[in-house]
């Protein structure tokens, strides 16, 4: 086992055992997206302790030493991103949403990708708020659905670029986060994001579902002081 308690044949059953029928070809699609999801995951888990690095003043050169780089190399690598006060729940719905993407095939990422990304993290507070509203999981994923572009003809590699609106909808879940005195941004503020963006599959998907923006926020906000108060807020 390695020191996460994950070997190689842990994998492999998993995958074989979610895909009994899928011909070998179909499992080296998908073991390529569970691997880009993983790879993705590492990275996130470093730049975490990259930040807890520099929070405790360690210099770039200690952290590229750390990491086997040049400073240069560690600082252009670990430079702020969109989504640095983005939660862990947060963050993991952006990994999802890139899984999304390559799932159906698509050279883009979208503001229906990133909501699916959402639904795909129950512990989070959109996860709630979505489900609680259109009053199940799979109404709104058949929401989602019936606005998702047709799957595309061959799987891709490498990075998948956010489309402008998508772009639009982090910044505005940053926007939302500031707006509601909040020092991060978690799957409420993205879902407030989404909805911002007005002319988006996703704005039009949770319009579909009932929800408005000021009405999204006020909910936003009451449930985060209940759970604040109630010491669990992430």
Known sequence: ??????????????????????????????ARLRAQTLSD????????????????????TEIGDAIGVSKQAAQQRHAPSPFERYTNLNRHSIV?????????????????HLLLGLLGEPRGLAYGLLTAKAGSEQRVRDAVAEAMPPVGEKALRGHIAF???????????????????????GTEHALLGLIRTEDSPAARILRSLGFTP???RETVE?????????????
């Open 163 to 185: 489309r402008p609106e998508s772009k639009e909808a982090i910044e505005e879940a940053r926007r939302a986060s500031a707006d509601l005195g909040h020092d991060w941004v």
């Open 222 to 234: 009451a449930e985060v002081a209940e759970r604040s108060a109630a010491g669990d807020l992430h």
């Open 41 to 60: 995951l590492g990275d996130q888990l470093i730049d975490h302790y990259v930040n807890k690095a520099k929070q405790t003043g360690a210099s770039w």
């Open 214 to 216: 000021d009405e999204l």
């Open 1 to 30: 086992m390695s020191p996460l308690d994950i070997s190689l044949a842990d994998l492999i059953a998993r995958l074989d055992q979610e895909l009994p029928e899928a011909d070998q070809l179909a499992r080296v699609s998908e």
């Open 96 to 112: 999802l949403a890139q899984e999304a993407a390559r799932t159906y095939k698509h050279d883009f990422i979208g503001t229906e």
